[in-house]
């Protein structure tokens, strides 16, 4: 069983759809974050949840809205996308935050908005 | 402000060796990660370095220099492989991770 596992792995949604992202971890973590990832471009921290609790909001717009469940669940709810909201969104966990966890990530979900 | 630099892109050739720089300056500073990433994959985990020197892990190994804001990942025996982008990462005081925008490493035959 894979560690961290994403569903979709593509996604094209127009400006006006509503889409939802689910990201699973098989692997006992505390910590599950939210990336967005660009093209030559660093790795944008989205938003972190530790014990299913949100702990990180880092100024990301409304229209990206996410959900944590339980430890083992975390989904990233869209609405009403930008073109530049074209990227690669990452899920991670850890075993917990506050410390040098390794992050293990999932493969991804390539979003494309037109 | 916070920020790590690397470069976009190198090229090497298989057998031989790399080495990938990476400078950072971040407000306080808990260790410094590297991570690789396959085209299309997820980043997978290569090293965490916290104490100044060299940690070697099989044909790679990872360096850090605090005072200088400084480390470097260096590849040997290079195989086709290891074609993949390469990321680093600090962290930072409050155990934030900042992150590089990652190196694009080609290995020619």
């Known amino acids: 069983e894979t560690g961290v596992t994403q569903t979709p792995r593509h996604l094209v949604m127009g400006m006006t759809n509503k889409k939802s992202l689910k990201c699973e971890q098989h692997l006992g973590h505390n910590a599950m974050y939210w990336y967005k990832q660009s093209a030559k471009k660093p790795l944008e921290l989205m938003f972190v949840?530790?014990?299913?609790?949100?702990?990180e909001n880092n100024s990301v717009p409304s229209r990206f809205s996410p959900e944590c469940p339980n430890s083992s669940h975390l989904f990233l709810h869209l609405h009403t996308l930008q073109p530049e909201d074209s990227a690669l969104y990452l899920c991670a966990s850890s075993q917990d935050i506050g410390g040098a966890y390794e992050q293990y990530f999932g493969p991804g979900t390539r979003l494309t908005v037109t | 402000g916070q920020n790590i630099d690397q470069p976009t892109e190198m090229t090497a050739t298989e057998g031989a060796i790399v080495q990938i720089n990476c400078t950072y300056q971040t407000s306080g500073f808990n260790g410094l990660f590297w991570y690789q990433q396959h085209a299309g994959e997820a980043p997978t985990f290569l090293s965490y370095?916290?104490l100044d020197g060299l940690e070697e892990k099989g044909r790679f190994s990872s360096f850090l220099s605090r005072s200088k804001g400084y480390s470097y990942l260096l590849l040997k025996e290079l195989q086709m492989k290891d074609s993949a982008s390469y990321l680093c990462a600090a962290l930072d005081s409050n155990y934030q991770l900042i992150w590089g925008a990652g190196t694009k490493l080609i290995i020619k035959p």
């Open positions: 949840y530790s014990l299913e609790e949100r702990v």
């Open positions: 370095n916290v």
